[in-house]
């Protein structure tokens, strides 16, 4: 093997998020982010890593909040969008549509199939990025595309992938192969 510098790209590809931050009638924004993990189950911790000079990271710091939003493929220009523009120069609300929260008050996009919604609990600075731990608050997904014990069902919905430098693809409705004894 030989050695890789930028150690991230072996962690992609990656689903594609929003993170919604802020408060509607306020000030909001949405980015694009795949630095995105589940921590732990009790209690419920997810992590974001946010660019430390980002318009999100100033609105997270602000109101100690944030949502996790799951897009599917077909919606890939709005988080193309969201991840091209900047939140500074213009109100990416005004392009994708959003409401409050249902558990905090960031924004969730109405387009989402999948919303988490957190309250920091606390955020570690590492030069470029900050990440913030969340407490999962609320945890919500479309009915038709998600089933609690199995996760996203990948023959009815395509989640897009941040594959670094080489854009997005879709995994799901695919037919994976079934692990022994289990199913898709």
Known sequence: MREVKRFYLLLHPRPAYLIGSGRLGERANFMAA????????????V????????????????????????LPM??????????????REEDKTAVIRARRGEAVQAPVAEDAIGVIECRVRTK???????????????????????????GWASSKVDIPLHNWGRGFYGLGRLRLAKAAGGEE
Do not use: C, H, M
Not at 50 to 55: E, K, L, P, R, V
């Open 34 to 45: 795949s630095w995105v993990t589940p921590i732990a189950e009790e209690p419920p911790l």
């Open 74 to 87: 077909d919606k890939l220009d709005v988080i193309y969008y969201a991840g091209s523009r900047s939140g």
């Open 124 to 150: 570690v600075e590492a030069q470029d990025v900050v990440f913030y731990v969340g407490e999962v608050v609320a945890a919500r997904a479309r009915e038709d595309v998600f089933d609690e014990r199995r």
């Open 47 to 70: 992590g974001v890593a946010i660019g430390a000079d980002s318009y999100t990271r100033e609105l997270i710091d602000a109101y100690g909040e944030f949502t996790i939003n799951v």
